[in-house]
Each structure stands twice: as structure tokens, then as C-alpha cells.
């Protein structure tokens, strides 16, 4: 499908809209499930590094999906994913609410609210990519602060909702709230040129070339033709030979009126049956041809350095980065730190600054002068300095303090799909962005419960986020050694002088002889 130019405007802010809209209602409650972990520690006397693989899946699934979850996007358009989507969240929350066990909440809250996190989240950010291009860091910092923002409001009013209506209750309410993601999509209007003709029907002549691996249509057709003859034939030769003399039942149909009637239709029949056969078999070829394609340009995507040291960063980081969000209360708790002294819940604190870092770091992306790929690669070395600090806060100021500044540097969130953009291209963004995002989710899924392990062993956070520290420092070392030889990879492309002037110099000497 082609695209007409990105506007960066127009129906575009409509897009920016209710793409933060969606990612505030469905990331809402997977963000804030630091509320829903303790709740949940207390209902089903469960380990902290079982009871963390709830929320882990939560945010990892999705992630986890997103190959299958762009493949989705590219086939089915932003619109229908989003609506789907929005039912698959929903449901999900309001099943949880009836959850007997810790078992059942890994499969409705973790993978049916996580997976369909991940498709909502591919769907903004895909049509969000192809709406804008010069502001691109704009838009996508506007619409990631969504989830920022439903971290801050899900928090209090989950802790809100428990309170009035008990945990059961709260998750009902938040699943309703959650069906509004399909006014949402019904919104985001799929960029497609004026001038392409409304797709048609596939016929079995309108299937193109480059669908096929040979081009054998009109061979194969009369094969299948003639190999159905035979069968018929054969066929016959063995019923009338099986009957009473052949001569006599050839004889008789000859004679009879209705035969070339049903002589009609039977070559009507095979006729329709080879046609059937080959567009199958033109279908099939199509298909692998479709898989070859895609295997072909993964391997050609990891062949760039830069994109090959991206997931190993992001991976790692998500291994470190993600268990604050999650387990930042239980280790207020486990802190000794009182209930009174809490002015804001943590997790507020961690998603108002990351819907401000968000924005901030979406607008640094847009200047010419900055390079997004050292920008994401200073907010991870940054963030590993903060974590390993975490285990020497034991004050609630302290805790805040640390939870603002892990908060903002998570907001790196909005120029990671700009970094991966201006990597291999916007016409390769879906497909990469997948990739990228599984080993995100990996990440996530793994690094609560090894948190939860690490306390569960040592019955102390700080080996844990020792450990969560050092993952996130690794990934961001990774990366800049692999952008260093190639440090215009993810600068804004400029006309380079050098061949312009080889060629004037050229000129000049041969006038000169």
C-alpha cells in the first residue's frame, strides 16, 4: 500500500489525540499494577517473585507479541486492531476480577491485558510514524506521555477504587473504562493515497508476477486440465467395465439424449476444479514467497550494527529499568518507611516525570543538532546510576527523589521508535519495531520476578537492583560502542560535498591539458 507524504498536521493532531487517549486507558492499570501487587501479595500469600510475574506479563506479552502484533497492523490497518484490541483489554481486566488464583491473573490480566497492550501500542506508534515526519518526535512524545499520565491517575484512583469497592470492584470499573479505546480507533483514518484504485477481488488472472516463484499460469492450468481428463476417463473405463458389456453402455449413452448435457456440465466441473487447484497452488506460492521476503529482510536488519546492539540494549534495559515501576511501593515497605510520610504514591511520582521526560525528550529529538542515538544511549548510563542508588535510600524524600529522576529517564520511551526510524527507514519501521519490541518484552517479563527472587533469597533489594543497575549500564556501553564508528547513523541525512567536488576537479584538469 502507498502513502501520501506525511502531512505533520492536519488530521494528524486528530491521530495524536486519541493514540494518547488509547495508550492512557489501556496502559493505565498494567503501569500502576504496583497498587494491584501488594493487594494481591495480601489476598493469595504468594511469593513476591510469583505474585511480580503477574504485572511483568502484563508489560512483557504484548512486547513479546510484537512481530505478530505489526504483522497484524500491516495487514489489517491501525483502525481494526485498535478496536479488537480494546475488547481484548477490557475483558481481560473485567475477567481478573474473578480471578480464584495467582494461575488465573497470569492468563487474564498478564497475557490477554498484555497482548492486548502490545497491539494497541504498534497500532500509535505505526500510524502515528506515518502522520508525521518532520515533527515526528513531537507527536510521538505527545502520544507516549499517555501512558505516563494513566500511571499517575490509574494509581490514585486504583488505590481509590479498592478502597470503595474492593479489589474485585476496582478491576470491573477499570475494565469499563478500558471499552472507550473503541471510540478511540474508530478515529484513526488510515493515511492511503487518493489516487490508488479501492482494492478488487483477487482473481485468479489478476494475481501479480511477483507473487509467483514460476511463471506457469496458463502451463499449469491446462495440466490440471488434462490430468483431470485422464482421471475422468480412467474412471469411466473402470464403471464400464465393471458393468455389463462396454460396448453396450457406451452405446446406450449415445444413445440417450440427456448425455451431452451431462457431458457439459462434467467439463464445466473439471474446468472449474483446475482453476480452483491452480489458484491455490498460486496462493500458496504466494505466501512463501511473502515468508521468504520477510526472513530475508530480518537477516538484513541484523546485519546493521547499530540495530543489532538496539535490541541487546533494549533488552537489558528492560531487565533493569522496568521493576521500579512495579515493586517501587513494597520497597518503601520493605524500607520501614510510614504511611503517613507518604505525600504522593511512588508510582505517581515515576509516571508524572515519565510523561514529562517523555515530552522533553521528544522535543530535544526534533533539533538538528542533537543526536537522538547518544541522547537514548546518556538517559541509560544515567538511569543505571540511579538504580544502583536506590538500595541507599531509606527515607521517603530519598525514595521520591530517585523515583522523579528513574521517571524522566524512562520517558526515553518516546525517541526509541525515532532512533529505530531514523535506523533503517521508515518503510522498514513496522517490521523492526517488532523485533525490537519482543526482546523488550523478554525483558520485561524477566527482570520483576528476578527482582522478586533476589528479595525472596536475600530478604534485601539491594543485590537486586545492584544487579538491575549493572544490566542497564551493559546495554547502554553496547550500544555506544556500536554507533561510535558510525555516529551519522541516526543524524538527519545532509548533502554530502565530496563526489561534487571530485567531479569539479576532474573537469578542471581536463580543460587545463
Request: hydrophobic residues 45%; aromatic residues 14%.
Amino acid at each position: 500500500m502507498e502513502y501520501k507524504k506525511s502531512p505533520d498536521g492536519g488530521w494528524g493532531w486528530v491521530i495524536v489525540f486519541v493514540s494518547f487517549c488509547t495508550q492512557f486507558l489501556c496502559y493505565g492499570s498494567p503501569l500502576a499494577v504496583g497498587v494491584l501487587y501488594v493487594e494481591w501479595l495480601d489476598a493469595f500469600g504468594e511469593g513476591k517473585g510469583k505474585t511480580a510475574w503477574v504485572g511483568s506479563l502484563a508489560s512483557g506479552v504484548g512486547l513479546l507479541a510484537s512481530p505478530v502484533c505489526s504483522l497484524c497492523v500491516s495487514s489489517f490497518g491501525a483502525r481494526a486492531v485498535t478496536i479488537f484490541s480494546g475488547f481484548m483489554v477490557a475483558g481481560g481486566l473485567m475477567l481478573s476480577s474473578f480471578a480464584p488464583n495467582i494461575y488465573f491473573l497470569f492468563f487474564s490480566y498478564g497475557i490477554v491485558v498484555g497482548l492486548g497492550c502490545g497491539l494497541l501500542y504498534t497500532a500509535t506508534v505505526t500510524i502515528t510514524c506515518q502522520y508525521f515526519d518532520s515533527r515526528r518526535g513531537l507527536a510521538l512524545g505527545l502520544i507516549s506521555t499517555g501512558s505516563s499520565v494513566g500511571l499517575f491517575i490509574y494509581a490514585a484512583l486504583q488505590r481509590l477504587l479498592i478502597d470503595l469497592y474492593g479489589l474485585d470492584g476496582c478491576l470491573l470499573i477499570v475494565g469499563a473504562l478500558a471499552l472507550n479505546i473503541l471510540a478511540c480507533g474508530s478515529l484513526m483514518r488510515p493515511l492511503q493515497s487518493s489516487d490508488c484504485p479501492l482494492p478488487e477481488k483477487t482473481a485468479l488472472e489478476n494475481i501479480p508476477d511477483r507473487y509467483s516463484i514460476y511463471n506457469e499460469k496458463e502451463k499449469n492450468l491446462e495440466e490440471n486440465i488434462n490430468i483431470l481428463e485422464k482421471s475422468y476417463s480412467g474412471e469411466e473405463t473402470c464403471k464400464s467395465t465393471l458393468a455389463n458389456g462396454d460396448w453396450k453402455s457406451d452405446s446406450l449413452l449415445h444413445q440417450n439424449p440427456t448425455t451431452a448435457a451431462q457431458t457439459k456440465e462434467t467439463e464445466t466441473y473439471k474446468k472449474k476444479v483446475a482453476e480452483r487447484t491452480y489458484f491455490c497452488k498460486q496462493l500458496a506460492k504466494r505466501k512463501w514467497q511473502l515468508y521468504k521476503n520477510y526472513c530475508g529482510e530480518t537477516v538484513a536488519l541484523f546485519k546493521n550494527k547499530v540495530f543489532s546492539a538496539l535490541f541487546i540494549a533494549i533488552f537489558l534495559f528492560d531487565i533493569g529499568g522496568f521493576p521500579p515501576s512495579l515493586l517501587m511501593e513494597d520497597v518503601a515497605r520493605s524500607s520501614n518507611v510510614k504511611e503517613e510520610e507518604f505525600l504522593m504514591p511512588l508510582i505517581s511520582i515515576i509516571g508524572i516525570m515519565t510523561a514529562v521526560g517523555k515530552l522533553l525528550l521528544g522535543i530535544l529529538a526534533d533539533f538538528k543538532w542533537i543526536n537522538t542515538l547518544y541522547l537514548y544511549v546518556a538517559t541509560l548510563i544515567i538511569m543505571s546510576l540511579a538504580l544502583c542508588a536506590i538500595p541507599f535510600a531509606k527515607s521517603y524524600v530519598t525514595l521520591a527523589l530517585l523515583s522523579g529522576i528513574l521517571g524522566f529517564l524512562t520517558g526515553n520511551w518516546s525517541i526509541f521508535p525515532y532512533v529505530t526510524t531514523k535506523t533503517v527507514g521508515i518503510e522498514k519501521l513496522a517490521h523492526a519495531y517488532g523485533i525490537l519490541m519482543f526482546f523488550a518484552g523478554l525483558g520485561n517479563s524477566l527482570g520483576p520476578p528476578i527482582v522478586g527472587w533476589f528479595y525472596d533469597w536475600t530478604q534485601t533489594y539491594d543485590i537486586a537492583f545492584y544487579f538491575s543497575g549493572f544490566c542497564v549500564l551493559l546495554g547502554g556501553l553496547i550500544l555506544l560502542l556500536a554507533a561510535l564508528p558510525s555516529c551519522d547513523t541516526c543524524k538527519k541525512q545532509l548533502p554530502k560535498p565530496a563526489p561534487t567536488t571530485f567531479l569539479y576537479k576532474v573537469a578542471s584538469n581536463s580543460s587545463n591539458v
